[in-house]
């Protein structure tokens, strides 16, 4: 089965260049604060303040492939993590989104949303494993907002 492709971009974030990982298709990738590398709390099932859910304005990078293959030079771990909404990227065990407000490549319009949505750049340090009193939690399995 075919590996899932994640690339490198320079973007403009918040009026400065920055070197953010991107989908196949230039789409910036972000990440979510209440994720953690075995719970992810952006589902289909959370909603958003807008009474979205959250997968529809941030659709999650889901394979059915079984590797990802890695920009060059990138020293962080790229994994693939079995969720809710099925098998999602991970890059040092923070799932990765695109943002339903980016309408194409080379955009960043997600970045800083509600305080916890960021671009996912190759600097993006790894996480630990929530304890559970740090693990966002709800009925439906996804984050409150």
Known sequence: MAAVTVKTATVAVNGS??????DAAGRTL??????TPTKIACTSTSKLPS??????????LTTSASAVNTPVGTSGSFTIYKGADGSQVEYNGHPL????????????????????W??????????????????PSSSSGGYSY
């Open 17 to 22: 260049s920055e070197t953010v990982f991107t």
């Open 30 to 35: 972000y990440y979510f604060t209440p994720d």
């Open 51 to 60: 009474g979205q859910t959250c997968t529809t304005v941030w659709p999650p």
């Open 97 to 116: 989104y695109t943002f339903s407000g980016d309408t194409g490549p080379d955009q960043s319009h997600g970045e800083g949303l509600l305080g916890k």
């Open 118 to 135: 960021f671009v996912a750049t190759p600097s993006l340090t790894p996480t630990a494993a929530a304890s559970p009193a740090a693990s």
